[in-house]
């Protein structure tokens, strides 16, 4: 899929009072992810926030078809962090992240966006075919080979440990890595690995269990 989104730990959830088909979760300060067809025709700003629309269902490689908390920090660093014109998803799975980055992009000026190059990929056909359909809902090729300026990974734990050399080698200089995914006791083993590849750790998020982080690359 070419050319095609977060800092409290849980996101808020509001159910449709009228369509039970639909779920409405408000994420960060100007996201809003609306699952369900039942609402197509509705803007993409509501109640000044940036609207996107997913089928009912977000498949995952974190084991759950509901919205996993690593996205939403993805989502709501992206919202902090977002810049550049080159951006590449890892691992896109429902293309969230990936369509995210389109509306926030939209949200500053469509004529910015026809000069962003905007990738996503992900290893399981299922998965793209499921990234096609959400494109579609909102509105809105092959492995690049470039830099870019922000990259997204949220991924499950043995694809990070896999795929972080690849991954640092597309962070253009003074560009920015979210990893999402990780696990609390691998996180300060994978900042040392990341510092020794000229990257510094600029924001993080925390739990029990699962951890983001948000690295700059050094010039």
């Known amino acids: 899929m070419k050319n095609c ?26 996201l809003r992810l609306v699952f369900g067809k039942t609402i197509l025709n509705k803007p993409l700003i509501d109640n000044e926030r940036l609207v996107i629309r997913l089928s009912a269902s977000v498949p995952s490689a974190f084991g759950t078809t509901n919205l996993h908390n690593t996205t939403v920090w993805c989502m709501e660093m992206l919202e902090k962090y977002l810049e550049g014109d080159k951006i590449l998803d890892v691992g896109t799975g429902a293309g969230i ?25 992900d290893i399981y056909q299922d998965a793209i075919a499921q990234a096609r359909t ?3 809902q909102s509105v809105l090729a092959d492995y690049p080979k470039t830099f870019y300026s922000t990259v997204i990974a949220n991924l499950p734990p043995i694809a990070i440990t896999e795929l972080w050399p690849q991954l640092i080698e597309k962070v253009a200089n003074n560009g920015k890595l979210i990893l999402s995914g990780l696990l609390k006791h691998s996180l ?7 510092n020794r590849n000229n990257f510094k750790l600029i924001d993080q998020v925390v739990t029990d269990l699962w951890c983001l982080i948000v690295v700059e690359k050094n010039s």
């Open 134 to 136: 959400n494109l579609r």
């Open 97 to 121: 992240l990936a369509i995210c980055v389109v509306r926030l992009i939209m949200d500053k000026e469509n004529s910015y966006l026809n000069s962003c190059q905007i990738d996503a990929f």
């Open 5 to 30: 989104l977060l800092t409290k730990a849980f996101l808020t959830k509001r159910r449709h009072q009228r369509k039970a088909s639909t779920a409405i979760y408000d994420i960060g300060a100007r």
């Open 188 to 194: 300060s083993s994978m900042v040392e690995k990341l």
